[in-house]
């Protein structure tokens, strides 16, 4: 079992940020990542600070990733199975992983429910379909846009999005068929009304913290299913930290990063601490 000063879990704009603060503070880190970030779904982004042209969200991670390995962090594919307390600090074990360390960083993001119609990820990937207001409503000014939700999340949205155009309209789950054309979506009501074209739908299904990991150590979630962490990032159990869409419900890149960077320094001054004492 090899042993590092941090691990972190999670291949994320959080995940990567934070090996990129712990590899400036000498520290020996490693990343585990399985499978795509969430932030590879964004076409493009412009409300990401530094891009002022916007920056898509595979150039957005590689970047990262090539900031991160220029100062020596290693980045490894592997699916995390479980996460335990040691005498050491903590064990991470999965696929033809096992590594441990004093302190671990946890950025594993969420999972966004999505809808069974076919040809929406590739939607996704044309911003016809679209997961969040606040990144991309300023794009959406003066569009005809649907929202996709079943409870108050949707009206909350609609009422979000009203700011941007007067043309939105929310639809429930059963409320009809959505088709994905080249540039629109379009709606075919069960009742044979003349289907309706819209610029953008936003999903108002809600998601899913990938949290587990954290919760099989005991770590503490609120109401919402979000991990509860302390100012300096640090979940209810002691060296183990959270960063990310995983903490709160303001799912943003910035908002990561920064959670991300204070959580990095927490966990150097806390290994800090424990060498001088």
Not at 233 to 238: F, H, K, L
């Amino acid at each position: 079992m090899q042993d590092h000063d941090a691990i972190v879990v999670g291949a994320g704009p959080a995940g990567l940020t934070a090996a990129i603060y712990l590899a400036r503070f000498r520290r020996r880190v490693v990343v585990l990542g399985a499978g795509p970030s969430r932030a590879s779904w964004i076409p493009e982004s412009h409300n990401t600070p530094g891009f002022p042209h916007g920056v898509g969200g595979p150039e957005f991670l590689a970047r990262l990733c090539e900031q991160a390995l220029q100062f020596g962090v290693d980045i490894r594919e592997a699916h995390v199975e479980a996460l335990s307390p040691s005498r050491e600090g903590f064990e991470v074990s999965g696929s033809d992983i096992a590594v441990r360390a004093p302190t671990v960083l946890l950025a594993t993001g969420v999972l966004d429910r999505m809808p069974d119609f076919p040809g929406i990820e590739a939607a996704v990937h044309r911003s016809l379909v679209r997961m969040c207001p606040i990144c991309d409503a300023y794009e959406a000014i003066d569009k005809r846009i649907a929202i996709l939700g079943d409870d108050g999340r949707a009206e909350r949205e609609a009422a979000f999005l009203r700011t941007y155009s007067d043309r939105v309209t929310v639809i429930g789950t059963a409320d009809g068929q959505l088709d994905f054309a080249e540039d629109a979506v379009l709606w075919s009501r069960p009742d044979g009304a003349a289907a309706r074209t819209f610029d953008h739908l936003y999903l108002a299904l809600g998601c899913e913290a990938q949290s587990a990991l954290a919760v099989a150590c005991g770590a503490k979630r609120d109401e919402a299913g979000a991990l509860v962490v302390d100012a300096h990032q640090m979940t209810s159990v002691e060296g183990l930290y959270a960063a990310g869409d995983l903490v709160r419900g303001l799912n943003q890149i910035a908002v990561a990063t920064g959670e991300a960077a204070i959580a990095a320094t927490a966990m150097h001054n806390r290994l800090r601490d424990a060498a001088t004492a």
